[in-house]
């Protein structure tokens, strides 16, 4: 095991960065009957106003077959509106509900103290380093990430 390279010890640590990070984000979510892609699509629409299916799929990073379920089954709940495009009538355009709102707002003041904590934990400077170099850590990854071809 000593022969394992210094790479894989910085993946195994992203790894189990986000584990952590998704099991806390997780565990306060079920609280409010949300999963993290709910959590993320109230999130979403609360910054970027009206938004397709796929633009949320995109956001969230799930195939737009699975944004379809979770958004019927968010609409159901009364956490969304779905209205036609007025540019293409075929594409739904998701809103949030004043439900869909507030519960956002109360999920959020959970998920906001992880964040705090987080900060709480550098200096200014050592968060703005840290910051940066999970930036580029990701711009690395996602150059990394093989592309899928057609043959």
């Known amino acids: 095991m000593s022969d394992v390279p210094v790479e894989e010890y910085v993946c195994t640590r992203i790894r189990r960065a986000e584990q952590a990070l998704m099991?806390?984000?997780?565990?306060?979510?079920?609280?409010?009957?949300?999963?993290?892609?709910?959590?993320?699509?109230?999130?979403?629409?609360?910054?970027?106003?009206?938004?397709?299916?796929?633009?949320?799929?995109?956001?969230?990073?799930?195939?737009?077959?699975?944004m379809a379920t979770v958004l019927t089954g968010m609409q159901n709940k009364g956490l969304?509106?779905?209205?036609p495009s007025p540019v293409h009538a075929k594409v739904m355009i998701a809103t949030l509900t004043p439900a869909g709102r507030?519960?956002?707002?109360?999920?959020?003041?959970?998920?906001?103290v992880l964040e705090r904590a987080l900060t709480d934990r550098f200096t200014p400077d050592e968060r703005d380093l840290f910051c940066e170099f999970l930036d580029r850590a990701t711009a690395t990854l996602?150059?990394?990430t093989p592309t899928t071809r057609a043959h």
């Not at 892609?37 to 397709?52: E, H, I, P």
């Not at 969304?80 to 209205?83: A, E, L, S």
């Not at 507030?102 to 906001?112: G, S």
């Open 80 to 83: 969304i509106d779905r209205q």
């Open 23 to 66: 099991a806390h984000h997780e565990s306060v979510l079920r609280g409010y009957e949300l999963t993290m892609t709910q959590y993320t699509v109230l999130l979403t629409l609360s910054r970027g106003g009206g938004m397709s299916g796929a633009q949320l799929a995109r956001a969230c990073g799930v195939t737009q077959q699975s």
């Open 142 to 144: 996602i150059e990394q």
């Open 102 to 112: 507030d519960l956002l707002d109360r999920a959020y003041q959970e998920v906001i």
